[in-house]
């Protein structure tokens, strides 16, 4: 029997391995984030298996994992203790992408902590780096709409060109550090993908970025096991 449940957005969510009965499985995690049915439906359109869930079990027997996020670091940190996420996701050996907030997650810290605390945010610590303010020397913040990027050699950019457009929303960064794969420009330089092991991340929406966008999901999609 399928043990699933739907949202008031018509997402359904798997609660049960027991329901993943096909291969090559993506599983977006159910962070309760606004953004998944954006995230699903562009996997979606790509013909992908694609399923949201919390559950360890469906999670494990992935072929790949997505980590979505809007708002505030502290706030979606809490959310993945909360649905006890933050170890299977540092448990994980699959490939796992996060997108946007999602990105920042991976990171060891971040400063954007909502005005909850003071304290720099503890993040998964996957990716030996820090999430700080944007220094956008005057435009606008937040730093929304297209933008280009420059990629590296990543699986996840393969067939992506220099100076492509993506669409970004965001006030904070990665800085660039050797974990960068790709960057762009917004008064300052900063990260826009960063990666380690199996583990990376986006900083724009690739949900939202049109052709370029799908190509980048296509490539994750080409990731992982295809048993």
């Known amino acids: 029997m399928t043990n699933s449940t739907t949202t008031d957005n018509g997402l359904s969510r798997v609660n ?17 984030c606004a953004n998944l049915s954006s995230v699903r ?21 992935a072929a790949r994992v997505v980590l979505p996020g809007v708002g505030t670091a502290g706030a979606a940190m809490d959310a ?3 649905r006890d996420l933050v170890t299977i996701i540092n448990s994980l050996t699959q490939p796992v992408m996060g997108v946007c907030l999602g990105m920042q997650m991976l990171a060891e810290k971040s400063n954007e902590h909502g005005g909850r605390t003071d304290s720099d945010i503890d993040c998964l610590g996957l990716i030996p780096t820090q999430i700080n303010d944007l ?3 005057g435009l606008p913040l937040p730093h929304m709409g297209w933008n280009q990027i420059s990629v590296s050699d990543h699986p996840l950019f393969d067939g992506i060109e220099d100076g492509s457009y993506v669409y970004f929303v965001h006030s904070f960064k990665a800085p660039i550090s050797e974990y960068t794969i790709a960057t762009s420009q917004y008064g300052e330089s900063f990260s826009a993908a960063i990666g380690k092991d199996n583990f990376f991340g986006v900083q724009f929406h690739p949900e939202k970025s049109a052709a370029i ?12 096991s295809q048993a």
Do not use: C, P, W
């Open 41 to 61: 439906f562009a996997f979606e359109r790509l013909q992908a298996n694609v399923i949201v869930s919390a559950d360890h079990q469906v999670i494990k027997s």
């Open 213 to 224: 966008g799908s190509k980048i999901l296509q490539n994750f999609l080409n990731m992982g």
């Open 80 to 82: 993945l203790v909360n």
């Open 16 to 32: 049960n391995v027991s329901a993943v009965n096909q291969a090559n499985t993506t599983v977006i995690l159910d962070t309760g």
């Open 135 to 137: 220094d956008s020397q």
